[in-house]
């Protein structure tokens, strides 16, 4: 049995409450051009998108996104920042701490319409203070007209490639999408996935028939994979990267593009490895011009501290995965940026 509890208002209705300055909009503008013109292959610029594994508390976050605004002004020449402010984002389990989208306040219930206008206020101040436009993820496709006007890249998950919703609402995405492996580690549904989001479609959406023309600008994100024991398989080493940029070659798929998640199973969580990972990418693209060309840059877990905490007491310190701190983050993708 369901119980209705709060009516949500249509999106248009929120958005013209909360709408993105003039001001801004020139600035995202710009910034879905910078994004995507690395995808297309226009510029050879690296994309970095990097931050905390969830955007749990404004305070923090905001904080963290000014420092990569400066951050970026040193290393702009090179790489594309975006931050991650991953609003949808919960616990693994799905039990317990939901998402700033679900849950503006980890400590207290489920109020998803405050969690909606909470989520546009971070992103609107988050540009406001660094000149940065973000990345989340599409957890819950039917949500995405929510902070579409706010967003320069949208990733879906692992969990979520293989569900035909969230294939066909990323065809209707104007920025890029960014698709990760599933769970498996297969790369034939990773590449179905794409292939599906780069198609015209058409579809029911929150009470509508929608057609999409297809985004060409979706793109794979290799996350490394799990087997049947729960050992974490990593994937972004230069034999599977390859294998993808065959893959893509035979589907005639548009704008091959792969983002390597420098965390999750590629890890196996333990976050600082994620400086060796991407020292061996850079390796890799430095060796081989069929690599370079295909890897066009890292998605990164980091906050303002290192690791992870059950509870939110320390300030700026992730309660869901464990992430590297600034310190290391900043080192890191100076250290990336002279590598390009």
Sequence with gaps: MFEKQIKIPPHAEIIEKTPLPASLKAIKAERDKLISDVITGKSDKLLVIVGPCSAHDCKPVLNYVEKLGKLNERVKDKLVIVPRLYTNKPR??????????????????????????????????????????????????????????????????????ENQMHRLVASGVDVPVGVKNPMSGSVLVLLNSVYAAQSGQVFKLNGWQVKTQG??????????????????????????????????????????????????????????????????????????????????????????????????????????????????????????AEKV
């Design 92 to 161: 693994t389990r799905g039990v317990g701490y939901k998402g700033m989208f679900s849950q503006p306040d980890p400590t207290k219930s489920e109020d998803i319409l405050k969690g909606i206008y909470a989520i546009r206020d971070l992103n609107i101040r988050a540009i406001e203070c660094s000149g940065l436009t973000a990345a989340d993820e599409m957890l819950y496709p039917e949500n995405i007209h929510y902070v579409e006007d706010l967003l320069s890249y949208v990733a879906v998950g692992a969990r979520s490639c």
């Design 215 to 336: 985004n060409p600008l979706a793109h794979c994100i290799l996350r490394g994979a799990v087997d049947g024991y729960g050992n974490d398989i990593p994937n972004f080493h230069y034999e599977t990267v390859m294998q993808v940029a065959e893959g893509y070659s035979r589907a005639g798929i548009k704008n091959p593009a792969v983002i390597v998640d420098a965390n999750h199973s590629n890890s196996g969580k333990k976050f600082r490895q994620q400086i060796r990972i991407c020292e061996e990418v850079m390796q890799n693209r430095k060796y081989d011009g069929d690599f370079k060309k295909i890897v066009k840059g890292f998605m990164i877990e980091s906050f303002l501290e290192e690791g992870n905490q059950s509870e939110d007491k320390v300030f700026g310190k992730s309660i869901t995965d464990p992430c590297l701190g600034w310190a290391d983050t900043e080192r890191l993708l100076l250290d990336v």
